[in-house]
T-cell receptor, first 114, second 114 residues
């Protein structure tokens, strides 16, 4: 398995633009997580899905953020409109949801909003 | 909810010396404590974990200890090498097999000086 695949790896956009980040989890993993990493706030859980269903989105900062998981192999995190304070590295992670439930992270998407 | 505090935020050691990173957690119900290593520009990766029914676990040069009474756990790295330089995150989970409740510490930047 190629692991958790995220795209794009880097995104530079202007304030007000829509940003879409994509994630392909490891096949067979039934949990998918979106994390945001900044120097100030560390690793923050934004939302997670179980079997494609959003379970907890309490970490989503505001209505400008939305996430979907239309099938077991694809998820998106959308920011509309983007703001400079959204600049961060966004990680997608997946896990099997059983036993130790080890998170496997993707390589991350570095977002810069000018 | 769970709160995880991690110290120190930065740590420099001479190659060959030992390094210790400490974390405390707030919820006595937490029962799973993983440690993740994040090299510069890379994704976090699990390096070792411990369950609450175990007091210590070792894997070659790294070990984790857990004190449930005091609600703290520590990462010990012996005979440090330059490749150990990275950011280390501790985490606590309220449920074995429940990554949704995984709360991360703020991270420790470890630098191993040659």
């Amino acid at each position: 398995d190629a692991g958790v695949i995220q795209s794009p790896r880097h995104e530079v956009t202007e304030m007000g633009q829509e940003v879409t980040l994509r994630c392909k989890p490891i096949s067979g993993h039934d949990y998918l997580f979106w994390y945001r990493q900044t120097m100030m706030r560390g690793l923050e859980l934004l939302i997670y899905f179980n079997n494609n269903v959003p379970i907890d989105d309490s970490g989503m900062p505001e209505d400008r953020f939305s996430a979907k998981m239309p099938n077991a192999s694809f998820s998106t995190l959308k920011i509309q409109p983007s703001e400079p304070r959204d600049s961060a590295v966004y990680f997608c992670a997946s896990s099997t949801g059983s036993g130790a439930n080890v998170l496997t992270f993707g390589a991350g998407s570095r977002l810069t909003v000018l | 909810g769970e709160n995880v505090e991690q110290h120190p935020s930065t740590l420099s050691v001479q190659e060959g010396d030992s390094a210790v990173i400490k974390c405390t957690y707030s919820d006595s119900a937490s029962n799973y404590f993983p440690w993740y290593k994040q090299e510069l520009g890379k994704r976090p990766q699990l390096i070792i974990d411990i369950r609450s029914n175990v007091g210590e676990k070792k894997d070659q040069r790294i070990a984790v200890t857990l004190n449930k009474t005091a609600k703290h756990f520590s990462l010990h790295i012996t005979e440090t090498q330059p490749e150990d330089s990275a950011v280390y995150f501790c985490a606590a989970s309220l449920g074995w097999g429940s990554a949704r409740q995984l709360t991360f510490g703020s991270g420790t930047q470890l630098t191993v000086l040659p």
